[in-house]
Structure formats: C-alpha cells, structure tokens
C-alpha cells in the first residue's frame, strides 16, 4: 500500500501550516473564540482563496480534482492549530451529500458557494434521544403539494451559528428508528420557521439548538430518493469521521510535542521532570498510541471507497482506536503539566478539550466497538 503523498498534497500539507502557524496562533485563536463572532470569516475567505475549501471536490463539480486523502491532509494541519472554522460541516458533510447524490442544480448552487467560501453549511442530524442512530429520528417532512413541511428539534449542530444554509435529515416516511423513510434535505437557514438558539461548546467552537417548525420547503431541497437517505447518511458521516480522526491525529502530535518540550523546561529536585524514567515511560506510551492512530486513521481513509462493510470495518476501527488514544494523550498532557495544565492560559488544556469532545462526535468508542463486532 502507497503511504506517500503527491507533490501537490505536500504542497497543500506545506502551505497549511505555514498559514496556521504564523495566522492561528494560539492566542489569536483564544481572542477569536472569546469573541462575539466565534471565529475568524478572514481565514475563512482565505481557505477559499488558497483552494482549500474546493481540494475535495473533483474537477466536474467544480474543484480541484482532489478526495478523501486531501481532507485527511488538511484535516491534519486544522488539528494542530485547533481550528474552529467549519471545514468539516461544510466542505465534508454538505459536499459530500452534495457529491454523492446532489442533482445537477444542487451542484451548480451550492459545491460553487462552497468552493468560493460564500456559503456555510452546518449538517443538523442529531437528536436530544437518538444517541448515534442516525435513523433514530421524531423530526419530520410531510409532503405537501410537491415540497414538505418540516417539523422536529435538532441538538448540538456544530458551526450552526456562522451557517447560511443547513443540510437536515427527516423522517418522510416509516416508524422511529426504520432503516427506511429517512430522507436529507438542504435549506437556507433564514428559511420562515427556522429559529436556532446558540451556544459556546466546552472545545471553544459554536452550535446551536436548531428548531424547525411548520418549515415549507420545494422538492429541489430533497438530496437523493426521497426515504432511502439513511445509506447516504452513512456514507457522508464515515467520511466525516475519518476526517475528523484526520484532526485529532494533528492535535495529538502537538500536545505530546508541547508535553515532551514542558518535561525538558520544568525542575523538580533541580532536575528536570522529563529525567523521571516513569514520566519517559508514560510519555512513550503517548507516542506510541499517537503512531497507531495515524495509521488506523489512514487506513480508514484509504477504505472509504470499499464495499460499504469494508468501509465500516476500518472506519470503526479507527474511530475506536483514535478516541482511545486521544483520551490517553489528552489525560496525560494534562497530568504531567500538572496545575498548567487545566488554566485557560496554556495551550494544552485547549488540546485536552478538543480531545475529549471529538469522543462523542458521530459515535463514541461504545458505539463503534459495538457496530465493528455487529460487522465482524
């Protein structure tokens, strides 16, 4: 298997961090996300210059030929820094139902806003009870006439409150919880009916409580057959996930680097701390999980394109293995900075939070050891 990455990949990969470090440093994303705004729209506008929003997208919908490994390249870099700007929302999840199963309209709408950073979407797929079944739905589309009407409460929409437009799954037809009846719908967010109530989320990111009642739509927002959505679904958020694991892999390579470094600076007995032979040992054990959580993570990528059990396999398998280690590399972080570890001043209590969340994004460990043993 081919582990090395293209010329322009490396190009992309140089770039991005060259961006991140010398434009998202730590403390002008702390000023950022204290701010009203939640974050900076001037990145945003300059990912879109630079062809980073449009990489994923083949050149037929309007990108620039790239996949699943360049999301995983600039998922990569995003981690490092803690970027908060929405790339998973909108460039992952709403492009990706939009590639798979978007009608050319769709396409020529919204991949171009995308692409060109006019548009931010946010994908409202939870519910305050269904846990991580993506079938497991009480909001609703009722056909009427030739569009729906949209009814339900969706919980925890990531990137909600900088969004223009919202992809939302609803049940058109079935009882809770059937595979079938499960349909993806998109929408301008100041759609009459829509309202939302936002929030600052524990990793510094923004989401919202997004309500949708009596919401009239026309049958151009339906994304693919109407009630077969929930293969759809499975397929965008598996990519999500391994971009996702993509971000925490970059965050974990810098919070053990910032741990290491911290150990070598900070004395105890007039010595430094990284000395202590169980401080080395515990930070190797770090290392270690950070090594196999890149690999699982490329591994899943690299699956994406399998038969759909196959792609399940590996991304559970990463998304299992990756939160295990960030767990043990967020935990560890903390406890060897010890008392700076858990102030807002320092870095890597920022890391330590990002680490925690990405658990229960789109399935925790429970769930996806559970759903790779269903498989196996």
């Known amino acids: 298997m081919d582990f090395n990455f293209t010329e322009e990949q490396g190009m992309v990969r140089d770039g991005l961090s060259r961006l991140v470090r010398e434009q998202y440093g730590f403390e002008e994303r702390r000023k950022a996300i204290a701010s009203a705004e939640g974050w900076r729209p001037e990145i945003w506008a ?12 083949s050149e037929a919908d309007g990108g620039f030929g790239g996949g699943a490994v360049d999301a995983m390249v600039i998922m990569e870099e995003f981690g490092k820094g803690l970027v908060v700007e929405p ?37 409202a797929y939870a519910e305050p009870r269904g846990r991580y079944d993506y079938a497991d739905l009480e909001t609703t589309a009722k056909k009427d006439g030739a569009g729906y009407v949209l009814n339900g409460h969706k919980a925890v929409v990531i990137g909600a409150p900088w969004a223009s437009h919202l992809v939302v799954t609803a049940r058109t ?27 600052v989320t524990v990793d510094g990111r923004r989401a919202s409580e997004v309500y949708f009642e009596n919401v009239s739509v026309g049958a151009e927002a339906l994304i693919g057959a109407e009630g077969e959505g929930l293969a759809l679904i499975e397929t965008v958020t598996d990519e ?4 996702l694991c993509a971000e925490a892999c970059g965050a974990m390579k810098v919070a053990h680097a910032m741990t290491v470094e911290y150990s ?9 701390i990284g000395s202590f032979q169980v401080l080395q040992h515990r930070m190797v054990d770090m290392y270690t999980a950070y090594e196999q959580a890149v690999s699982l993570t490329y591994l899943a990528t690299l699956r994406l394109g399998s038969d759909e059990r196959t792609r399940k396999l590996a991304v559970s398998a990463a998304k299992v293995g990756v939160g295990q280690a960030a767990r043990l590399i967020g935990q560890e972080a903390v406890q060897i900075h010890g008392g700076n570890g ?10 330590f939070k990002r680490l925690t969340i990405f658990d229960s994004e789109f399935g925790n460990v429970d769930h996806h050891l559970k ?6």
């Open 46 to 57: 300059q990912l879109a210059e630079l062809g980073i929003l449009g990489m994923p997208f």
């Open 87 to 123: 790339f998973i929302p909108t460039v992952v999840c709403a492009g990706g139902f939009l590639k798979h199963a978007g009608t050319a309209a769709q396409k020529e709408e919204h991949i171009g806003a995308i692409v060109s950073g006019s548009a931010v979407f946010a994908f």
């Open 173 to 199: 037809g079935g009882e809770r919880r059937d595979r079938s009846g499960v349909s993806v719908f998109v929408l301008a967010k100041d759609t009459p009916g829509v309202t939302t109530r936002d929030y």
């Open 240 to 243: 999500a996930i391994a971009a």
């Open 264 to 272: 070598r600076q900070r004395k105890q007995f007039g010595v430094p």
């Open 342 to 351: 858990v102030t807002d001043e320092y870095a890597i209590g920022h890391y």
């Open 371 to 376: 759903r790779h043993v269903a498989l196996s």
